[in-house]
């Protein structure tokens, strides 16, 4: 606990971010009551519906598109599009909340349940209106898979090491 202690304290002289509803200058690590709200619910599910299936999707290789409607239905799919394009607009923390909780039950279902985030991220960071209304709203609408493609020569499906450019000329 001492190191921690330190820890907090080296950051809160580095960083000095206000924790909300105080006038203190320190970090709080703590989740909100909205957070504990997302994780108890994404918890409930895990166990619910998860944690249940879990072995037969491993052992027959099935997708798992009933707990998929399911975590659609409730709301733990797609979590990060913004709510004017239909979705929570959640932010990255309480997104890996939702991955947290699920992944305890199936980390194969947690990651079917976060693909989807692969394809949005780009659009949502850098899509025109437009665009994100096209695409974003739909995967609100019903449950649908995004997936996205890259490789090139050098870099395979490495997105950090790719050189190619593609000029904007349109």
């Not at 105080?22 to 409930?44: G, H, M, P, V």
């Not at 598109?65 to 659609?72: G, P, R, S, Y």
């Not at 305890?104 to 899509?127: D, H, K, Q, R, Y």
Request: proline content about 5%.
């Amino acid at each position: 606990m001492a190191f921690l202690g330190r820890l907090t304290r080296q950051l809160s002289k580095r960083f000095n971010p206000l924790v909300p509803g105080s006038s203190a200058r320190s970090i709080s690590f703590n989740l909100t009551d909205e957070q504990k709200e997302i994780q108890e619910t994404t918890y409930k599910f895990a166990v619910e519906e998860v944690v249940p299936t879990a072995a037969h999707y491993d052992e027959t290789g099935d997708y798992p598109w009933e707990v998929l409607q399911k975590a659609f239905d409730l709301g733990l799919m797609n979590t990060t599009i913004p709510q004017e394009y239909g979705g929570l607009g959640l932010s990255l923390l309480e997104a890996c909340i939702v991955q947290e909780e699920v992944g305890f039950g199936c980390t194969g279902i947690a990651t079917a349940m976060g693909g989807n985030s692969l394809a949005e991220s780009p659009v949502i960071i850098a899509g025109g209106h437009e665009l994100k209304k096209k695409y974003l709203g739909r995967m609100t609408e019903e449950l649908l898979i995004a997936a996205y493609g890259v490789t090139e020569p050098s870099a395979g499906s490495d997105v950090a090491s790719i050189k190619n450019i593609f000029p904007k000329s349109w």
